[in-house]
């Protein structure tokens, strides 16, 4: 059987398999961020079609960090009720799942949150509207809501956690020389510009214990002008590893410029697919910890290689298990034929409209197969 099936280890978590299913933003969860029954199902049924681990959507830390509509919270207590009910519904059909962490920094949504946006620091060409660059008290206060999400995340059970620092978001801005001009021991050098991240990491370990899975999800690349680039992403990955993290997730882009990747939309062939393996092969030369490697993967035999020629340890999906959350058992059968996934994003627009995201491609296939007659004999 191939390796893509075999157990492993991050920390002491113990997967079935090396497919994860990467963060992704729902537009399920309630007004005030708690889980929905619609969103446990999602999960559940994630954990039913064979993924090996599941990363929840992003949740915010902090009111504030709100970053979409109907998105995923855990920034109160009032929220875990809910989310012990998520674990619960994925353990219970043999997954595992790990909440991701996240705060949307300068591209909060202001009409959520009805609170100003926090800068990284003073910027040309920042978003209208209510935006103000975060000072050093706030920073305090921020480390202390991730520490604070990781104890919720770790009384509802769930098996690790996530920091999201990747696709311009707060501490992908930390990251970002195209965000962080700051003068003071947050800015300038790559050290600087990853300190927070060494702080948010101790808070989190000084609750969890040494035996909790923390990982982190981050750009090898921001292609933007005067974004992160490879040498700094593999500096920041370095300090990173060294201070503890179990795991990496490798990805890239900015989100709200449209360059979320180099070839997101139409992902037709398999030289299009796995669009930062390059990158990660490099990370995976001088990281010494698990690597997961997200972005484009839609066929098996892709997957496969990756594996096999160790470019990354684990392969990490979301658009295809949209259409297909029993993708993985699919092809732990022996059907290989690539995900059903068309690349075409519209998956997200009903999420916008208050419906959650699904496939809408699928659910117009669907449509338009002819009924079948109904024989006079039935």
Same mark, same amino acid.
């Given at each position: 059987?191939?390796?893509?099936?075999e157990?492993?280890?991050?920390n002491?978590?113990?997967?079935?398999n090396?497919?994860v299913?990467?963060?992704t933003?729902e537009?399920?969860?309630?007004?005030?961020?708690?889980? %929905?029954?619609?969103?446990?199902?999602?999960?559940?049924?994630?954990?039913?079609?064979g993924?090996?681990?599941?990363?929840?959507? #992003? %949740?915010? $830390?902090?009111?504030? /960090?709100? /970053?979409?509509?109907?998105q995923?919270?855990?920034y109160?207590?009032?929220?875990i009720?809910?989310?012990?009910?998520?674990?619960s519904?994925?353990?219970e059909?043999?997954g595992?799942? $790990?909440?991701?962490?996240?705060h949307a920094?300068?591209?909060?949504?202001?009409?959520?949150? &009805?609170?100003?946006a926090?800068?990284v620091s003073?910027?040309?060409?920042?978003?209208?509207?209510?935006?103000?660059?975060?000072? @050093?008290?706030?920073?305090?206060?921020? $480390?202390s809501?991730?520490?604070?999400?990781?104890?919720?995340?770790?009384?509802? &059970?769930?098996?690790?956690?996530?920091?999201?620092?990747?696709?311009?978001y707060l501490?992908s801005q930390?990251l970002? =020389?195209?965000?962080?001009k700051?003068?003071?021991?947050?800015?300038?050098?790559i050290?600087?510009?990853?300190?927070i991240?060494?702080?948010?990491y101790?808070?989190?370990r000084d609750?969890?214990g040494?035996?909790?899975p923390?990982?982190?999800?981050?750009?090898?690349a921001?292609?933007i002008e005067? &974004?992160?680039?490879?040498d700094?992403?593999?500096?920041a990955?370095g300090?990173?590893a060294?201070?503890?993290?179990?795991a990496?997730?490798? @990805?890239?882009?900015?989100?709200?410029t449209?360059?979320l @990747? =180099?070839?997101?939309? &139409?992902?037709?062939?398999?030289?299009?697919e796995?669009?930062?393996?390059?990158?990660?092969?490099?990370?995976?030369?001088d990281?010494?910890?698990p690597?997961?490697l997200v972005?484009?993967?839609?066929?098996f035999?892709?997957?496969?290689?990756?594996?096999t020629?160790?470019?990354?340890?684990?392969?990490?999906?979301?658009r295809?298990?949209?259409?297909? =959350?029993?993708?993985?058992?699919?092809w732990?059968?022996?059907?290989?034929?690539?995900a059903?996934?068309?690349?075409?994003?519209?998956?997200?627009? !009903? /999420?916008?409209?208050?419906?959650?995201?699904?496939?809408?491609?699928?659910?117009?296939?669907?449509?338009?197969?002819? #009924? !079948?007659?109904? @024989?006079?004999?039935?």
């Open positions: 059987m191939s390796s893509l099936f157990e492993s280890f991050i002491r978590m113990a997967l079935q090396r497919f299913r990467s963060a933003w537009g399920l969860a309630t007004v005030e961020g708690k889980a %929905s029954p619609e969103l446990i199902e999602r999960m559940a049924s994630l954990a039913k079609g993924v090996g681990l599941i990363v929840t959507s #992003h %949740s915010y $830390v902090s009111q504030e /960090g709100q /970053g979409t509509p109907w995923l919270g855990i109160d207590d009032k929220l009720p809910e989310l012990q009910e998520m674990v519904a994925v353990h059909n043999g595992k799942i $790990v909440t991701q962490l996240a920094g300068l591209y909060a949504e202001k009409e959520l949150t &009805g609170r100003a926090l800068a003073d910027n040309a060409d920042p978003p209208a509207g209510n935006i103000k660059t975060i000072t @050093s008290g706030e920073i305090r206060h921020l $480390v809501s991730y520490s604070l999400a990781a104890e919720r995340a770790f009384k509802a &059970g769930f098996d690790g956690i996530e920091i999201h620092s990747g696709h311009g501490l930390f970002s =020389p195209a965000y962080n700051r003068q003071d021991e947050y800015g300038g050098s050290e600087n510009r990853a300190r991240h060494l702080h948010i101790q808070a989190i609750v969890v040494p035996d909790y923390v990982l982190i999800k981050m750009n090898c921001d292609c005067n &974004g992160l680039t490879i700094d992403s593999l500096q990955a300090l990173f060294d201070a503890g993290f179990d990496i997730e490798v @990805s890239g882009g900015i989100i709200r449209g360059k @990747s =180099p070839s997101r939309p &139409g992902i037709t062939t398999e030289d299009r796995a669009y930062f393996k390059e990158y990660a092969g490099r990370f995976k030369k990281i010494k910890i690597l997961i972005g484009g993967l839609r066929s035999e892709v997957a496969d290689r990756i594996i020629e160790g470019i990354a340890d684990y392969i990490s999906m979301s295809p298990l949209i259409r297909e =959350p029993d993708l993985i058992n699919r732990k059968k022996g059907d290989r034929r690539k059903e996934c068309k690349s075409d994003n519209l998956c997200f627009n !009903p /999420g916008f409209e208050g419906k959650g995201v699904y496939c809408v491609t699928r659910e117009n296939e669907k449509n338009k197969r002819p #009924h !079948p007659q109904t @024989s006079q004999f039935s």
